[in-house]
């Protein structure tokens, strides 16, 4: 069993930065490939980024490339989601989630994920 708490979360101005921080417990964290989600009110969870099981290799959403960075310390239990250059339409809560498996296929492809986090609310303001 793996739980996964998030941290980070906050308010900040268009412009500015947060770090989000997902902490796993259990043993085998890397034995998970992990992944970031978000859910803005009214709309449907969109995926953000994900990374692979030792950390090598990740991928992101067109919307975030570029301004967001995904990295993990397997030796923390930790993935990290680095927000730069956030704007108000970044506003969501963020989730991540744990997945055996590591590919840009299928993403809402809901039960290929084995655990999730509560989220952390991001707001930014314009």
């Known amino acids: 069993q793996v739980q996964l708490v998030e941290s980070g979360g906050g308010l900040v101005q268009a412009g500015g930065s947060l770090r989000l921080s997902c902490a796993a417990s259990g043993r085998m964290f890397s034995n998970y490939a992990m992944y970031w989600f978000r859910q803005a009110p009214g709309k449907e969870r969109e995926f953000v980024a994900a990374i692979s099981w030792g950390g090598g290799t990740n991928f992101y959403a067109t919307s975030v490339k570029g301004r967001f960075a995904i990295s993990r310390d397997n030796a923390k239990n930790t993935v990290y989601l680095q927000m730069n250059s956030l704007k108000p339409e970044d506003t969501a809560t963020y989730y991540c989630?744990?997945?055996?498996?590591?590919?840009?296929?299928?993403?809402?492809?809901?039960?290929?994920?084995?655990?999730w986090g509560q989220g952390a609310q991001v707001t930014v303001s314009s």
């Open positions: 989630a744990a997945s055996r498996s590591y590919s840009s296929d299928n993403l809402r492809l809901w039960g290929r994920y084995d655990y």
